[in-house]
């Protein structure tokens, strides 16, 4: 099992960053995918960004790219989300999710948080 816990959600004006945090624990993720999604008001959940834990190798969604960036630290089994130039239309809930490499389902959640731009 692996368990996930995102921090470093809250409101910041258009235009502003963010870093969000993914601490994960029961197993190291070295044979992992780590990947943020969002869910706004109303809407369905979307893919935000991924890495591999092993190469580091990175992979983001068009409407992110650019603005965010993934990152992750070995000795602290957590995954980063940095969030430049926030718009109001990134508000929404962030989660971090794993899933081993070759499983075509992320199988570990977090609980999410809320990120909130406003205009």
């Known amino acids: 099992q692996v368990q996930l816990i995102e921090s470093g959600g809250g409101l910041v004006q258009a235009g502003g960053s963010l870093r969000l945090s993914c601490a994960a624990s029961g197993r190291t993720l070295s044979s992992y995918f780590v990947a943020w999604f969002r869910q706004a008001p109303g809407k369905e959940r979307e893919f935000v960004a991924r890495i591999t834990w092993s190469l580091g190798s990175t992979y983001y969604a068009d409407s992110v790219l650019g603005r965010y960036t993934i990152s992750r630290d070995n000795a602290k089994n957590t995954v980063y989300l940095q969030m430049n130039s926030l718009q109001p239309e990134d508000t929404a809930v962030y989660y971090c999710?794993?899933?081993?490499?070759?499983?075509?389902?992320?199988?570990?959640w977090g609980q999410g948080t809320q990120v909130t731009v406003s205009s």
């Open positions: 999710a794993a899933k081993l490499s070759g499983r075509s389902v992320y199988e570990y």
